[in-house]
């Protein structure tokens, strides 16, 4: 079945110790999409790709960087994480028409110790 | 700015009808889409209407009416597993803007 895959599942780190997530889809989809979601809070976006072209929210710090090296994958670099990044981080992908409807992704649930 | 109201909790028993509102206040959207998301889950589309109306799929159906900026979702025959939150969300410069959800408790 076509899916967004996020791995792993949970991550555990340290306090300032970066980390990656990672993200891939079989749907082929041009648009990928980081966000960060918050206990009882809707999702964040980050940032997303169209194709390779990246998109950087105003307000997304710079201690988080983002790659796409092809279609399938994209990962989430944290370069300095802080207690306040713990968080489920979702992926999602689109295929960028109008509708937008966004497939997401299992997520991600960071622990920073 | 653009914004999306929603009610931040709403409870019903099993068997019955409720509708979730979400007002916002946001111009040049394509559409109005709704999530639900199961908790520890992730968020998996329900409903997209792109123009004013009603549209209906299975027990859910979804109203937008943008002169009124408005738009609800509504669940026919509530079962358990319903309990989620719900988002609302419009389309926009190839982004998706939520709404902060609203938590669904489903009771017997």
């Known amino acids: 079945d076509a899916m967004v895959i996020q791995n792993p599942r949970y991550q555990v780190t340290q306090f300032g110790k970066p980390v990656t997530l990672s993200c891939s889809q079989t749907l082929n989809h041009n648009v990928m999409y980081w966000y960060q979601q918050k206990s009882s809070q809707a999702p964040k976006l980050l940032f997303h790709?169209?194709?390779?072209?990246?998109?950087n929210e105003a307000d997304t710090p710079d201690n988080f960087q983002s790659r796409r090296p092809n279609t399938s994958f994209c990962f989430l670099d944290i370069r300095s994480p802080g207690l306040g990044d713990a968080a489920m981080y979702l992926c999602?992908?689109?295929?960028?028409?109008?509708?937008?409807?966004?497939?997401f992704g299992p997520g991600t649930r960071l622990l920073v110790l | 700015g653009q914004s999306l109201e929603q009610p931040s909790e709403v409870t019903a028993v099993e068997g019955a009808i409720v509708q979730i509102n979400c007002t916002y206040q946001t111009s040049g959207f394509y559409g109005l889409s709704w999530y639900q998301q199961h908790d520890g889950g992730a968020p998996t589309f329900l409903s997209y209407?792109?123009?004013?109306g009603l549209e209906e799929t299975g027990r859910f159906s979804s109203f937008l009416s943008r002169s009124d900026s408005y738009g609800y979702l509504l669940l026919q025959e509530l079962q358990m597993k319903d309990s989620a939150s719900y988002f609302c969300?419009?389309?926009?410069?190839?982004?998706?803007?939520f709404g902060q959800g609203t938590e669904l408790s489903v009771k017997p």
């Open positions: 969300a419009v389309s926009r410069g190839g982004k998706l803007i």
């Open positions: 209407n792109a123009l004013d």
């Open positions: 790709y169209y194709d390779k072209d990246f998109n």
């Open positions: 999602a992908t689109s295929t960028g028409g109008t509708q937008e409807t966004q497939y």
